[in-house]
């Protein structure tokens, strides 16, 4: 299963650990075939931390194994469960292959100090052709109950499937939330990133169109928090840190804030709310920084330049741009202060 191999298969989605995501995006006519035959290996009984490295070791070898056969191709379905896909290939030339990869996993198995990892083999002979996972999954189903005599072995069939499937779908939500926070998510403050400031934002205008209620915009930067970088790269994070748990305290709790594109800049977003009371909460956020950090190493202050949609812009564009030119405006003539943008400063 070289990679590629698999390049042509699903393009982009190529990974070095085919998973679920690569699955649903595959090529399923290429994967599966009109014929053929698939074997599902589960690795169950995983009791330790260490296991997960070790079944990502079992991967790699169910890869170099089948990387000697054209047209083969493996998928991690979940954390535990291995597909081989088989298409177009003679059922005797399958039983070889899977007997090779069972023999060789069962002997990396236990080689495993402490590990009570075991192996389950599931193999499925088909002729008809799968062209959508949906297919896949039936023809799991329609196998697990078929000329069954024994209707607990159909049963225990039937839920492993279930339980594989669920847990496939369950990894993949995990791996789409984490994804989510790797993008909008600010990794040294904690909180939301400018991307998640955009879209909101953007939401905002749209629901201006039905609701017509106007929202706040406050621009804020750092004074002098340079000082803090210049006793250590961890103690300027935690400068961030501490600036953004004061602001969000100060803020109301339907009010958002968002770490934006430098360091020591933030953005909030106040909703349903007139110009005048904008301001007053920019005031008070400015006061509650400077308040809650006079006992600092360095005292620290904020400026904050502020607009109000839409009155001060019809676009994103405006009204983050002129936020931030009344926020230079007030560093201009003395920093820790708040100043609500004005034509003139487009001069």
Not at 135 to 152: K, T
Not at 318 to 338: F, L, M, P, T
């Amino acid at each position: 299963m070289e990679i590629k191999a698999l390049d042509n298969v699903y393009g982009n989605y190529c990974t070095v650990r085919p998973n679920f995501f690569d699955f649903l995006e595959a090529d399923v006519s290429k994967i599966f075939g009109e014929k053929g035959a698939f074997i599902v290996f589960n690795i169950f009984n995983s009791q330790k931390e260490e296991d997960e490295l070790y079944i990502e070791d079992i991967f790699r070898l169910v890869r170099s194994v089948i990387s000697a056969y054209p047209n083969v191709y493996g998928f991690i379905l979940g954390t535990n469960d291995i597909i081989i896909t088989f298409p177009n290939y003679n059922f005797a030339d399958i039983e070889k292959i899977s007997y090779k990869v069972e023999a060789n996993l069962n002997n990396r198995i236990n080689t495993f100090e402490n590990s009570h990892i075991q192996l389950n083999k599931f193999i499925l002979q088909y002729d008809q052709e799968i062209t959508s996972v949906e297919d896949f999954y039936e023809l799991l189903f329609n196998n697990a109950i078929r000329l069954e005599e024994n209707r607990e072995v159909s049963r225990k069939k039937i839920k492993r499937i279930i339980h594989m499937f669920t847990n496939n779908i369950r990894n993949t939500l995990h791996s789409y939330k984490y994804a989510n926070e790797l993008a909008f998510i600010d990794d040294v403050s904690g909180i939301s990133n400018h991307r998640a400031g955009k879209l909101f934002l953007s939401k905002l205008m749209e629901e201006h169109i039905e609701n017509r209620k106007g929202f706040g915009i406050m621009f804020i930067d750092g004074d002098n928090l340079k000082r803090y970088n210049n006793i250590s790269y961890d103690a300027g994070n935690q400068m961030i840190r501490n600036l953004s748990s004061i602001i969000k305290d100060s803020i109301r709790s339907e009010d958002k804030v968002f770490r934006w594109l430098s360091g020591d800049e933030f953005v909030v977003i106040v909703r349903e709310i007139d110009e005048l009371n904008t301001l007053k909460l920019a005031e008070r956020v400015r006061r509650a920084v400077e308040s809650k950090t006079k006992n600092y190493i360095y005292p620290t202050t904020i400026s904050i330049g502020v607009t109000h949609y839409p009155s001060d812009g019809k676009t994103f564009n405006d009204v983050i741009n002129r936020a931030e030119k009344a926020n230079a405006y007030a560093k201009s003539i003395g920093k820790n202060r708040v100043i609500k943008w004005n034509v003139s400063m487009n001069e």
